[in-house]
């Protein structure tokens, strides 16, 4: 019998999910909830029905684990919790200094309702925890680091978007590579923001817009662009679409420590990924955690959980002997 | 109160644990036991006493994990399933073929005294292995590559040793670099053994002796190095013990697989290890899992387990909040 998935909220994340979906043979798209009129929304998997979200209320017996698609900023916070006394759930919230309040909430209605909700999975947070935490464990003595990109950050395009003149704009985020190269070699750097990332942005102005006060207001922009080494390019709409429709990300996840008597031996162990399309990589990544919170909860367990809590075997459809026979 | 460790076996590994245990604040060594006579055994910290490994028999009271550093060929099949009915036990087996069998011993006699046995504990089987795992549940369409190196097999190094006329050897096994390139890039090469890996020898020849014909039976040894390009050096004995002395090693886990509707997005997910010491890190990966051992008994678990069975926060001294806090 599959694994029934609901999903809620159909942007980016939910189609990730839901192509994700296709390739684990042993889950089913059971339909997709929308908070926005049901027939305005149209699904790529052929007869999954689209649902008005008030249908949760009622579906306990047909969907298995419900993921939760939304933002972080304002639907998740309510979202998860509600759901997640009714349903197994699985959410990638990302507000980093919320984490324990949302873990908190979650827990307690997860528990209330015998369910298994996991938060904040994707690749950071999700993967790139996993690793920090790994790293640390193993080299107790040692130095973290991050390197986000080269990708498209959303919240840093959006907020070139607001700006008077502009029409559409896109973000990159770049890691500086004699920065990476140090890291990777062990010399220990302290990094400063500036020394760490560059942003790249690729902007189309409104017809007549003043380029030069555009590109000074991205430059000196609090929190997103003040910090950092900005490049600005021009260009039309249809390079645009040509050239910047695209969704890839990835970044790395860096440890360089020490062990030996006299701390004589220098260790780096690094974590890479190179994504083409960040919500199919996101969406990949909590289906395979979707399967956890099924088996989890199959034997009993209930209550809020993130990837640090979650033994590995359980986001594999094989069985114990064959991940060992295959994969150890 | 502190996490009492034994360990049984003290070459490379053992000493590689022994230091490890010294960065772990919540971690004490309590005896060295060895099957050598106790008083030829001189370990590095200050007050540990070494002890015959009859004394094993008796000492349940004073060790809560005990670390199995020896042999994968004749030790361990032996010493795990014997130790794990009385001990909370790690060791770091790594006979592939034979991993079923050990686990199913290890699983019984842990099971009967109630204990934890962790086995293939190390980074390949190991880390390595936990890689392969998360990379195919997050990548199910996709195909995986385990480079070595640059780093001292000490398998092939015995191997020449093994050949008449030699003093001494060193063999190092390297990744071919455009073989890598073309995985990183996403080229899903199919790679025959001489694609992946060269093999480099420093070999120390006595004196006399044919070198030609030494060379010879290096690079036809059939299993070890006939597969493969190998290049071999003479050098001198000091020349040897100036450049070769060290047991640095590491490699890299690769995954890339595609996702999307219609297969159209390519991901690399790599983790690569560059290890100064090779026993060093395997001992520090021990330790980690020595702690997942105790933690995991304490809670009333019991039987075989390898690093697919265990949630990644067993491994870490700090607290479930405190990782959420700081590491997610």
């Given at each position: 019998m599959s694994i029934r998935i609901g999903i809620l909220g159909y942007g980016n994340l939910g189609k990730g999910v839901e192509s994700a979906i296709r390739q684990n043979p042993d889950m089913e798209l059971k339909a997709v909830f929308t908070r926005r009129d049901p027939k305005s929304v149209q699904v790529r998997t052929e007869g999954v029905s689209v649902l008005s979200a008030d249908a949760l209320e009622t579906m306990q017996d047909e969907i298995d684990v419900l993921i939760l698609c939304g933002g972080s900023a304002t639907d998740l916070p309510v979202q998860t919790p509600r759901y997640a006394s009714l349903y197994n759930v699985v959410d990638s919230f990302d507000t980093h200094a919320r984490i324990p309040e949302h873990f908190d909430n979650v827990d307690k209605a997860a528990k209330a309702g015998g369910k298994i909700g996991i938060i904040s999975c994707g690749w950071d947070p999700g993967m790139f925890s996993l690793n920090r935490l790994y790293a640390n464990c193993i080299l107790p003595e040692g130095k973290d680091y991050t390197f986000w990109g080269k990708g498209v950050s959303q919240g840093h395009s959006d907020a070139v978007r607001?700006?008077?003149?502009?029409k559409d704009a896109r973000q990159y985020t770049i890691p500086v590579p004699e920065a990476l190269e140090a890291v990777r070699n062990g010399e220990n750097p302290e990094l400063t923001t500036r020394q760490k990332h560059t942003r790249e942005c690729f902007v189309v102005a409104k017809e007549g817009a003043d380029l030069s006060r555009i590109e000074e207001e991205i430059k000196t922009m609090p929190n997103y662009f003040s910090d950092y080494d900005t490049t600005v390019h021009f260009i039309t709409e249809e390079e645009m679409k040509r050239d910047h429709s695209g969704l890839p990300h990835g970044g790395c996840v860096i440890r360089t420590g020490k062990t030996g008597f006299s701390k004589e031996h220098g260790h780096v162990i690094e974590y890479n990924l190179k994504l083409e399309s960040n919500p199919e990589f996101t969406g990949s990544v909590i289906a395979a955690y979707a399967r956890a919170a099924y088996r989890m909860n199959r034997e009993g367990m209930s209550g809020c959980k993130t990837v640090f809590d979650i033994a590995p075997a359980y986001l594999s459809s094989m069985s114990g002997e064959e991940i060992r026979a295959h994969l150890l």
């Open positions: 607001r700006i008077e003149g502009v």
